[in-house]
């Protein structure tokens, strides 16, 4: 087709970043990560050009928790995989759709991320992923620059009028005739309720508060953040091995909200809860809510799911979340990393799936569409993601049909990480009534307005 891109040229860019109050999750703490910023030009078959963005953390710490591999090496690995994918997408020399040139080159991207574990000499292979997380920024440029090129909003070439290939090239016979765009919103819904996430070091009172917290004019505890952001939705870290512990912290922060949706006159309140793997069964996750309902039957009705209790590796001992899955749903997240996850998640009896952008648009459009045809429910969720990531994930939360709008947690975070974005796009990094507010996205492209984000990037990496 003529609006076919070729990837011309790829610019990597890597911004070393701190967090404003450290961000627990699991059995990890993350207060610094790398944020890796791209730029991709490409050429239409019709010979339009088109410069397109994408960014997103490396964050080790979530994508590849190795204890074999100190940290330091973890994220020199990610960062030669960012460079490398970009080198793969440009020497590809073919033109095409960005979905189709995605699964083109998905196999280099696994060759990458052994070649780069072999060279560097790491104690544990770089999983896939970490390499996905590591090619993100660089895919989601390539869609940026695909709508750019001809002119469009991104999203509006997701079907036949600029695809070659239906979704049986991916899906299945099944899915002949079908594609992406029968599966997303045909524009931006406008507003879009944000989850706000409670880490495990996290205050709930202001009471709590002392003279190690941040004075920077923004909110330390739980009730501080409700009552200014008006939220309604808290995604809750648990630990997975302190059963205690975890049903009290349930407990607490649904009271926690309570009080301060009681000032501001809020009364809707959604939960989720994630343990980050840490769970040795789902036997685990069944007690808790069992115990949560026998001590408040309000709460356990007001949590929406629950987010990977167990390890991610779905095949080591093929745990059953049916048990889980009959009390709330249960979504698969770490584990998900293409379609053969997919399926192995459904037969293991998981509710639905996670989808982040952090994981590449490409493939999981693909995976929206599969869950959207089967009835399997899915979140659009986060990996702390600031600046053009928190774009392009509202983005997809705003474009598709989640269970219950995005997880957004670099406001609380890593707020300066996004500073320059914030002034072109305001609504989606100041949470106001407990939504983000989508109307700056729009454009072509991805609509981050990048021509007026007054960004100064390092030296090309």
């Known amino acids: ?54 960014g997103m953390f490396l964050a080790d710490m979530w994508a590849f928790p190795d204890d074999r591999v100190p940290q330091d090496q973890r994220v020199a690995a990610m960062k030669e995989v960012t460079r490398r994918y970009c080198r793969l997408v440009s020497e590809h020399g073919e033109s095409g759709h960005p979905i189709d040139l995605y699964f083109e080159v998905e196999e280099g991207l696994r060759e990458a991320a052994g070649a780069v574990s072999a060279e560097l000499k790491l104690l544990a292979p770089l999983p896939f992923l970490a390499a996905l997380v590591s090619a993100s920024p660089v895919d989601a440029a390539v869609h940026d620059a695909f709508g750019v ?58 009471a709590e508060l002392d003279d190690t917290d941040p004075k920077d004019g923004l909110p330390n505890s739980l009730d501080e953040w409700i009552e200014r952001d008006g939220l309604f939705c808290l995604k ?39 343990t980050n793997e840490q769970c040795e069964s789902a036997e685990y996750i069944v007690e808790m809510l069992e115990r949560v309902r026998e001590r408040d039957a309000e709460v356990f009705d007001k949590i929406l799911y629950v987010e990977q209790p167990t390890e991610r590796d779905l095949a080591a001992r093929r745990l059953d979340m049916g048990p889980i899955a009959k009390l709330k749903p249960v979504l698969v997240d770490e584990s998900l990393t293409g379609l053969k996850d997919f399926e192995l998640a459904m037969e293991l009896g998981w509710s639905g799936v996670a989808l982040k952008a952090c994981k590449c648009q490409s493939p999981e459009l693909v995976l929206a569409a599969k869950a959207e045809a089967m009835g399997v429910p899915y979140s659009i969720q986060d990996l702390t993601c600031p600046a053009l990531a928190l774009l392009q994930s509202a983005g997809m939360a705003a474009r598709l049909r989640p269970i219950m709008g995005v997880e957004a947690n670099s406001h609380q975070f890593f707020p300066a990480a996004s500073e320059p974005e914030a002034a072109v796009h305001p609504g989606i990094f100041r949470r106001r009534n407990g939504v983000l507010d989508t109307a700056t996205l729009k454009g072509p492209g991805l609509g981050f307005q990048i021509e007026s984000i007054a960004r100064e990037l390092p030296e090309a990496g």
């Open 236 to 274: 809750v870290k648990l630990r997975g091995r302190d059963l205690e512990w975890d049903i009290e912290r349930l407990l607490e922060v649904a009271a926690v909200a309570r009080e301060a949706q009681a000032r501001t006159g809020e009364e809707r309140l959604h939960l989720s809860a994630d």
């Open 1 to 54: 087709m003529e609006s076919d891109v070729r990837v011309i040229e790829t610019r990597p860019y890597f911004i070393p970043t701190k967090a404003r109050t450290p961000l627990k999750f699991g059995a990890v703490v993350m207060d610094s990560v790398e944020y890796a910023q791209v730029r991709v030009a490409v050429e239409t078959r019709g010979g339009k050009r088109g410069a397109g963005w994408g």
């Open 149 to 206: 090129a001809n002119g469009i909003s991104t999203y509006d070439g997701y079907g036949p009028q600029f695809m070659d290939h239906d979704l049986s090239r991916h899906l299945g016979p099944d899915f002949a005739g079908k594609y992406a765009a029968d599966y997303i919103r045909k524009s931006y819904e406008p507003r879009v309720p944000v989850f706000h996430l409670v880490g495990g070091l996290d205050k709930l009172r202001k």
